[in-house]
């Protein structure tokens, strides 16, 4: 199966992408243009907002909006007028900004930082919830990637990219917190870096690679790469399930960083793509959702 182009956007560093179900739609950024963009399957149309500074990600707030991660902090969003309602300033670290982030399970905001350079180890991983209170989950980070949870909600995934490895913690639902950090996928730098990652219903990792012109699934109880499906675009940069029945795999993709030659070879890069899977995803939480 090979990943077909649904949007061609052709963003510099399309991001986080995460998906709405109470509306169907497919919300995701393009980092440095501070542009969250919300993609409508339906009709194919895409609109965005640009909030006035790099964007890392966002997450559907239960009741409607959104909650983004900016280079300045934590907002609330308000879609249909574009306003923004401060929620947490989680660090003022020169030359830092937010990237990859997701809510958890229990409807926490989680959000990494991550060095814009990318040449220090000064990002750090954060966790919010609805009443406000903010944590530091793990610092010295490079590139915060790919966080997710297994179907149980028991097991925390996170990617620093450069590290080109998956870490697995024992995750506490109840308070939030990691435990027993340990390696459980190498991705061999050939194949590319490890950017974004989401699970599906089986247990299994998808992850994208950046520079590998892919999406791989992956099985964390081995380590083992199960399949390959390629994506007509160099810098694969992020994934999420959406639909339906959540067996659709978005893909967003990005232009930052690539050559002339690599731009001709892959002209669709920077922009949005769409998988059938043929497994059901696990969900895109909701920021004070909790359980359902």
């Not at 739609?25 to 393009?30: M, Q, S, T």
């Not at 990637?145 to 990219?161: E, H, R």
């Not at 390959?228 to 675009?233: I, K, N």
């Not at 731009?263 to 359902?292: A, D, H, N």
């Amino acid at each position: 199966m090979q990943a077909e182009l649904v949007l061609d956007t052709r963003a510099e560093l399309g991001e986080g992408p995460c998906w709405e179900a109470q509306s169907g739609v497919l919300h995701w950024v393009d980092v440095h243009a501070g542009r969250l963009h919300t993609f409508h399957p339906d009709t194919g149309e895409d609109h965005f907002l640009s909030l006035g500074e790099p964007i890392g990600c966002c997450a559907p707030r239960k009741g409607g909006g959104l909650v983004v991660a900016l280079r300045s902090g934590f907002y609330s969003l308000e879609l249909s007028s574009g306003s923004l309602v401060p929620l947490a300033t989680p660090e003022q670290v020169p030359g830092n900004r937010f990237n990859d982030g997701k809510c958890d399970p229990a409807g926490r905001f989680l959000a990494g930082s991550m060095c814009d350079a990318e040449t220090k180890p000064t990002g750090s991983l954060y966790s919010f919830n609805p009443p406000g209170e903010l944590r530091t989950l793990l610092t010295g980070l490079r590139i915060s990637n790919g966080l997710t949870w297994s179907p149980d909600y028991k097991t925390f995934y996170f990617i620093d990219t450069p590290t080109l490895t998956v870490m697995a913690y024992d995750y506490d639902l109840q308070h939030g917190s990691l435990a027993n950090p340990r390696p459980v996928i190498n991705v061999p730098e050939s194949s590319g870096y490890p950017d974004g990652m989401t699970s599906d219903s089986e247990g299994m990792l998808w992850i994208a690679l950046w520079g590998g012109a892919c999406v791989t699934r992956w099985d964390p109880r081995t380590g083992q790469m199960l399949a390959s499906h390629p994506v007509p675009a160099l810098q694969t940069s992020s994934c999420i399930f959406g639909g339906a029945n959540l067996a659709d795999l978005y893909i967003t993709s990005a232009r930052e960083g690539m050559t002339q030659a690599e731009l001709e070879r892959y002209p669709l890069s920077g922009g949005l793509f769409r998988l059938e899977t043929g497994v059901r995803g696990m969900p895109t939480f909701e920021f004070g959702g909790g359980m359902e």
